[in-house]
Nanobody, 119 residues
Framework: QVQLVESGGGLVQTGGSLRLSCTAS????????LVWFRQATGKERERVAS????????YYADSVKGRFTISSDNAKNMVYLQMNSLKPEDTAVYYC????????????WGQGTQVTVSA
């Protein structure tokens, strides 16, 4: 059974940092795209950052460029999101997801972890 489990969320003040982790189990994620999404209350889901496991190619939403860093440890099947200089508008539930490199649909999703940034 494939599972993605996020951890590391919490409450932080503006300007603070958090590191989210996503543990993937149940299969190899070679040739996958691992992605962090977020969804704030009343807003649409936003793709925050992604990484291609085979090449290390990354993507960042404009809203987080220069503040967030995505990384992966392929040997451990883990993906991380280092979030620095956090702002209240970063408050959301953050989800880890995975899709095959050659597919468009995300096969696997985590349950989400809440990140709250106080003003």
């Amino acid at each position: 059974q494939v599972q993605l489990v996020e951890s590391g969320g919490g409450l932080v003040q503006t300007g603070g940092s958090l590191r989210l982790s996503c543990t993937a189990s149940g299969r190899s994620f070679s040739s996958y795209v691992l992605v962090w999404f977020r969804q704030a209350t009343g807003k649409e889901r936003e793709r925050v950052a992604s990484i291609v496991t085979t090449t290390g190619t990354t993507y960042y939403a404009d809203s987080v460029k220069g503040r967030f860093t995505i990384s992966s440890d392929n040997a451990k099947n883990m993906v991380y999101l280092q979030m620095n200089s956090l702002k209240p508008e970063d408050t959301a539930v953050y989800y880890c997801a995975a899709r095959q490199l050659t597919k468009r649909d995300y096969n696997y999703w985590g349950q989400g972890t809440q990140v709250t940034v106080s003003a």
